[in-house]
């Protein structure tokens, strides 16, 4: 398959669309836009990036690109980790740092209107003053346009459900330019195809969203945290499964192994028991409530062998925990310098969680390789941050090996090769075992979209 570049006069074009200042083709730019968090580069370098302000520029660059089949990738923040945004095939990159306006909060309907650059850290921050907040939350400095394309979660994924659920309308610039308005500002709809749907989680291969209208949720006015260690990663798993089925509606339910644990503590000093360990947190409308439902999780987690269950943790203890939480990937990375991150993420049905938490810990220990298995468990979601040398080609491997044995036994338990951070390029393999036949019309949807195939190539499909 043959890729168009764009010659001088398509590069004055583009210049004209976005202006001088909002483009680039020196080494140092492209390299920014060439890598995300993962280890993946491309095959072939980007030629040009260029920083548009408006859908109708984004069309202009489309119609420039589509004719020419020269590739055309959109970026975010670059917080991901499986290659989503990396531009394989060289092209242009757009990027979309310019689409960073919050146009219009209206609490009255519990909803905003954002552009796709927007972070969604930033987007909380003004939201706050409204009594209300963007729930899902991927940790890492994602921006709108990022989660959308990802269908990002995170640790209140239990609660409060993943990016998908929250996106009502957006605005997507298709391939050939063509500027499209999909969806409605109502919370339901039984009107024709969920379009909105179809485009979250497409990793940019259907069409550019350029902004969105969001679903909100009002902020909790109690919340309680705790901790619990177990000491058995079974028995830590055990106690999640009794807490979903007894019908508790935690707002997040995060599982640390020991390891992982002595490491934290380390390198952010929190003076945790290095034990396997659980964060539960809750929020309610009543400190009572939250005492009584506290009081029956501690006892199912006694029930499950808990060593410790601390309730009750005060704000300032319970930030410090959930900062901590949220930094895990750069904790990891900074306790092991030099080394190269490779992360798993599968995702299984709760009944099946302990079982892939074993298992997990086994496949490391036998493949003798460094990873540390972290992850939402209640909604059956794993994460493995490995360390290795990716240049040692027998170390590597032997990562590689482990993270296919994770994987595969992910998809035997009925669960998915990737709970959150979406296919990219790492993930690939994966997805015609996973999705069988229905991976064939998931290509025809691609080609109906996009039928010269310019819009990050090389992603979701092997």
């Known amino acids: 398959m043959e890729w168009g570049r764009c010659s001088e006069k398509e590069l004055k074009d583009l210049e004209a669309i ?21 280890y993946y580069t491309p095959k072939i370098p980007p030629q040009v990036v260029v920083m548009p302000a408006s859908a109708e520029e984004i069309s202009a660059i489309l119609k420039i690109a589509n004719p020419r089949r020269i590739p055309v990738t959109a970026r975010g923040a670059g917080t991901s980790i499986e290659g989503n945004p990396v531009p394989l095939f060289g092209g242009i990159v757009v990027d979309m740092q310019r689409f960073d306006s919050i146009i ?9 209107v954002v552009e796709a650059g927007v972070g969604y850290k930033d987007l909380n921050k003004a939201l706050g003053r409204h009594g209300l907040f963007f729930p899902p939350d991927p940790g890492a400095a994602a921006t709108i346009g990022g989660m959308i394309g990802n269908n990002a979660s995170g640790v209140r994924t239990i609660k409060y459900g993943a990016t998908k659920d929250y996106v009502l309308r957006m605005t997507v610039v298709l391939a050939n330019g063509k500027i499209m308005e999909i969806g409605s500002l109502a919370t339901k709809s039984s009107s024709g195809y969920d379009l909105a749907r179809l485009f979250v989680g497409s990793e940019g291969t259907l069409g550019i969203v350029t902004q969105a209208t969001l679903r909100l949720a009002g902020i909790p006015a109690h919340h ?27 707002t997040a339910l995060e599982v640390l192994t020991a390891d992982l644990v002595q490491m934290l503590n380390r390198d952010r000093g929190l003076g945790l028991r290095e034990e396997h360990t659980l964060f539960l ?21 006694q029930e499950a062998g808990a060593l410790s269950f ?24 900074h306790t092991h310098p030099g080394a190269d991150p490779f992360v798993a993420d599968v995702a299984v049905p709760i009944s099946r969680y302990p079982e892939i938490l074993e298992y ?5 220990r036998d493949h003798g390789v460094t990873g540390y298995p972290f992850g939402h468990a209640g909604d059956g979601n794993l994460h493995v941050v490995f360390m290795g040398d990716a240049s040692d080609e027998e170390e590597w491997g032997r990562i590689v090996r482990a993270n296919e044995a994770i994987v595969s036994r992910a998809l035997e338990l009925g669960g998915t090769c990737t709970g959150e951070h979406g296919v990219g390029i790492g993930k690939q393999p994966f997805m015609e075992r996973e999705h069988g036949a229905s991976l064939g019309l998931m290509r025809e949807i691609k080609s109906l979209l996009d039928p010269q195939g310019i819009l990050n190539p090389g992603k979701v499909f092997p």
């Open 281 to 301: 947190e809750f929020q309610g409308a009543s400190e009572i409530a939250l005492e009584e439902e506290l009081g029956a999780v501690q006892d199912l987690c």
């Open 224 to 250: 309680s945290a705790a901790v619990a260690t177990f000491p058995t990663l079974q028995a830590a798993a055990q106690a999640v499964f009794d807490i979903m089925r007894w019908g508790f509606s935690p």
């Open 360 to 364: 997990t810990a086994e496949i490391i």
């Open 18 to 38: 976005v202006g001088a200042e909002n483009l680039s083709t020196g080494e140092s730019a492209l390299g920014l836009v060439s890598r995300d968090e993962s």
């Open 104 to 112: 219009e909060i209206r609490p009255e309907d519990f909803i905003t």
């Open 310 to 333: 601390q309730p009750g943790l005060g704000i300032d203890e319970r930030n410090k925990l959930w900062e901590a939480r949220y930094e895990t990937y750069e904790s990891i990375k």
